[in-house]
């Protein structure tokens, strides 16, 4: 189920080389996506665009790269530490959501989550819903202005997290932590659309920490001293299976290593697939990242099911929020997915 996205990442981690005209396209692209974002950087450092203050205490998680890195679980447990003596609000694009997020949609209040599942409101602002303190809200919009105002004048939030807000310089952060995948690092070091920085390497002196993100690094001592050469404090995150349990029933799995159909739609599937490993038999498939399931994607993971005589499917939280409502009526086959548990240490 490969798509043109897919081929892309291929290119931007050194896993496929693109040919000569491909590469030319791609390289001219690059330089004026450069220029745009080094005339933006620029202006800000110059005062002559503004970072606008909002009232309240604001983190920034984000990151360098496109998605995939690992920024939801520092994010969730960021929040849930600060919401212990503070009211804390997430604010999110709400990218790949359903619903517009031209204004701010409030995905959990301090009571309760406010839709049933990811599908209308976005995977990730879900599944960050679901995880969060009660003291916690998650309100998704394009215009993180809008979004801050909301949280502070009604539900009275004295912390603002952005997730994903490093290029975004229109609030002024009191913080900000960039979070880096040990293993796929920078890819190619280049630039959007040649490689998957979306910021050059450089900015990341705006970072006041950064957060590593162990995607399985079977060398992450490496990878820690390679991340020492920015000079930043350096947080370490570590994440491993916690359980598995089926989407229909909630109930644990009891696992006997048998075949299964692992899929995905995240930035960067190969850690999910790595831990999937170590229960099932597994044979993965990849949907674009944010990819948007609908009927005729179960059915056809139901058909390579059937011609390879397997009945078990193996997928993300992420991926949960998406399909839960698309297998209700579902019989004859198990979904499950695979929890994780998330731990944040200095190094």
């Known amino acids: 189920m490969g798509n043109f996205k897919t081929d892309f990442q291929l290119i931007h981690y050194n896993k496929k080389k693109p040919n000569f005209f491909l590469a030319l396209g791609l390289s001219v692209g690059e330089f004026f996506y450069k220029s745009i974002i080094k005339t933006k950087n620029f202006l800000y450092e110059k005062n002559v665009l503004k970072e606008e203050e909002i009232g309240a205490n604001v983190i920034c998680v984000g990151n360098l790269t496109t998605g995939g890195v690992g920024k939801t679980p520092t994010v969730i447990e960021l929040a849930n530490e600060l919401s212990k003596s503070k009211k804390v609000a997430i604010i999110s694009r709400g990218y790949g959501a359903k619903i517009s997020n031209k204004i701010p949609n409030v995905i959990k209040d301090y009571k309760e989550i406010k839709f049933e599942n990811g599908r209308l409101c976005g995977d990730e602002p879900y599944q960050i819903a679901k995880k969060v303190n009660k003291n916690v809200i998650v309100i998704t919009c394009s215009n993180r202005k809008l979004s801050s105002e909301l949280a502070i004048v009604k539900y009275g939030a004295e912390v603002i997290i952005m997730d994903d807000g490093f290029s975004n310089r229109k609030l002024k952060k009191d913080k900000t932590i960039v979070a880096i995948d040990s293993k796929m690092r920078f890819g190619n070091n280049h630039l959007l659309p040649y490689g998957p920085l979306r910021e050059p390497i450089s900015e990341i002196k705006r970072a006041d920490e950064i957060v590593l993100v162990n ?97 078990t499917f193996i997928t993300t939280q992420k991926d949960e929020t998406k399909v839960a409502s698309l297998i209700e009526n579902v019989n004859g086959y198990s979904f499950n997915v695979l929890e994780l548990e998330t731990s944040i240490d200095e190094v």
Not at 218 to 244: G, H, S
């Open 215 to 311: 995607k399985g690094d079977e060398n992450l001592e490496d990878a820690i001293n390679w991340v020492k050469q920015f000079n930043k404090p350096i947080q370490l995150c570590q994440m491993k299976p916690k359980r598995i349990y089926n989407i229909q029933s909630g109930a644990d799995v009891k696992l006997n290593n048998i075949k299964a159909i692992a899929f995905c739609a995240i930035g960067q599937p190969e850690q999910f697939f790595d831990f999937a490993k170590e229960f099932y038999e597994i044979t993965p498939v990849v949907f674009e990242d944010h990819h948007k399931y609908a009927k005729k994607d179960i059915e056809s993971l139901i058909k390579l099911a059937k011609e390879n005589n397997i009945a």
